[in-house]
């Protein structure tokens, strides 16, 4: 499914799904239709106001008559970006990248399994977002695509653990049968193991020698922070038990979405302002531009659930309120929502005022599509 | 149980276990009584015929009523070395490092879980090879005390995992009921997963600013090397395979020990020497030395169980033999499998020849025990 979106300085084509949330069960297959657009990252007051008023997700004007390309225009004198060609051109990318960096050798069975699930697909924004960073910081792909293939590793172990009989007891994931079906279940939690190990090992043995080593430990620093004990480990963790507690609060809810979802965006982008060279203080910021889209992508995901249809969303509608879990709308209602999801994209976006626009344009397409999707 | 050991030199009083097999149920906690020895870690030749003579790993002449401290003999000017001093001061400071590691803070369950079976005990031998190959050449203990947790880290993650029903389903490990008992099946797999990712944290963030970064980012790509699908993970899927299959060879056999004991050993000895400024060279001869012992472990627990009867072995003896399990004994029977032994501990010190006497002393015990130990 796609839809065209006015992002209030043009319109983009968008497709359907761009974040999959971490425990579902069916997951379409990427689909990038046309998402070219002028770019415009700054957030001027008429256009605040204009979010402000509309205070929804839905901030859309949908024509899918327009022509998508409208940054062909005369009228229009700013730089465009192709958003549907940068993806389908890093997906690539990074795609040839991890599946050279885990060859089927032997034990077979071990790098079949980490393969199985490693190459099963899935949209890459996690190692976009480490090579745009590092890309936006002066840096080039090389010194960062270790690192984007490492943090898609960690992305697809969390995934493989999640699915496991004693976690989620899921059978589908990526439109595929999960690991722990296709290899048995102690394969499965091998394989994750091993994915966890080799993300650090890949970083270590594969960064190019032009990134410093200070910097390649810095990152390591970083990506295992993300995922222990402070990171997805402990999202998990009060995700699982949270299941069975009607009480979890506004605190804890966000808790889970920032270790779950948020830490490892926040992990990608870092690591490559890091890699790439970033100043302290642009490592910052763009941390701090990580961590709101990665709470906006949840926080629209659950506008969107009780304020759209099914056939909207192309998925069952309302089903967090079926199953009484805790979401935004229902602790904040929803216009407090939306005005926490305006506020999040508003961050997010100021935080990248001051690069390079042509470079900052993935990040800002990014966070544009996050918060004005529509499914 | 612990008992005396003639070594060619001089007495030693060993504790009885010193390292436990990964898989074993029931693991005494450590014992180390009387052991101080001159230091001898050259291989005569005159030494060398007695062990082929003998050949085997009972190489020893009991004599409990012999004072152990021969060392202050006046007769005996080589310098001596206290292993159980050694070994307890290490533990001790290996032990506070750990607890100071992993503080008990939110999500309690899954810290708590982490604290559980890292700081149940254990002999830290691991910790104390890396400690040791770093003073070796020429490091102080700070250089590498977070490697030394690390390896520990990763050593009670793979415990945990393997202990899991998915695996090997034990329910006590070091005397303690296993973690997934304690807490559940679902903490144990993350509490594994926060432990492996913390160890690679910990060397980042906890290196004291003295070791170059270019050694730290070395340390980390052998460390991840050991657990992956060339490592742990590796010995442990093939290990989980063979238990079904009765055609299992001497290649496929050593691949096991290699990857599930001799792997992790080997780490230990090669991040204490790297992080220690040892040269290639050296860290080279340290990784031969940890490989001789790693396997020579295996090669001697093999043949003391169809040698010793289960009162010398305070275990059942012969259940390897029970269990049709594939050992050395059985492959290449007992003469061959203590000719082999016998060259692993050769190869093993000759490694060690060369550098201080002192400081090469605590692996020169370790290899010691190893091949002499009575159970």
């Not at 071990?110 to 840096?139: F, N």
């Not at 200070?214 to 990171?231: H, K, T």
């Not at 490559?272 to 995901?301: H, K, P």
């Amino acid at each position: 499914m796609s839809c065209s979106v006015y992002l209030g300085c043009c319109w983009v084509h968008t497709s359907s799904t761009f974040f999959t949330r971490s425990r579902s069960k069916s997951l379409t297959p990427p689909s990038f239709k046309t998402l070219s657009f002028p770019i415009d990252y700054s957030i001027p007051p008429r256009r605040r106001r204009r979010i402000s008023s509309t205070a929804s997700a839905v901030l859309t004007r949908e024509d899918k008559e327009k022509p998508s390309s409208l940054h062909h225009e005369e009228s229009d004198p700013k730089p465009t970006f192709d958003f549907k060609a940068y993806m389908v051109q890093k997906a690539n990318s990074v795609n040839q990248a991890l599946d050279a960096s885990v060859p089927l050798k032997e034990p077979a069975k071990i790098h079949d399994s980490m393969r199985y699930s490693l190459l099963a697909g899935g949209k890459r924004v996690r190692p976009m977002l480490c090579l745009a960073a590092c890309d936006l910081v002066g840096g080039n792909e090389s010194m960062a695509m270790p690192a984007a293939c490492a943090v898609e590793m960690i992305h697809t172990m969390s995934l493989i653990h999640d699915d496991l009989p004693c976690m989620d007891n899921d059978d589908l994931r990526r439109g595929k049968t999960t690991n722990h079906i296709v290899y048995g279940e102690s394969v499965a939690v091998l394989a994750g193991d091993a994915l966890l190990a080799f993300a650090f090992e890949h970083i270590a043995v594969a960064t190019p020698a032009d990134v410093h080593p200070s910097r390649i430990v810095r990152a390591i620093g970083e990506l295992a922070n993300v995922i222990g004990g402070e990171g997805l480990v402990a999202g998990q963790v009060l995700d699982i038990s949270s299941e069975r507690n009607s009480e979890v609060g506004l605190k804890e809810l966000e808790f889970i979405h920032v270790h779950k979802t948020a830490k490892l965006l926040e992990g990608s982008v870092v690591l490559g302002a890091i890699l790439g060279g970033g100043s302290d203080g642009e490592v910052e910021r763009l941390r701090r531009y990580a961590r709101d889209i990665g709470l906006l992508f949840q926080v629209v995901d659950d506008i969107l659930d009780v304020t759209k249809s099914s056939q909207e969303l192309g998925k069952t509608a309302g089903k967090d309120l079926v199953a009484d879990k805790v979401t935004y709308p229902k602790l904040m209602g929803v216009e407090k929502s939306r005005e926490f999801a305006e506020k999040l994209i508003e961050e997010a976006k100021e935080q990248l005022v001051g690069f390079d626009p042509v470079k900052a344009a993935p990040l800002i397409a990014l966070a544009n599509y996050i918060a004005y999707r529509q499914n």
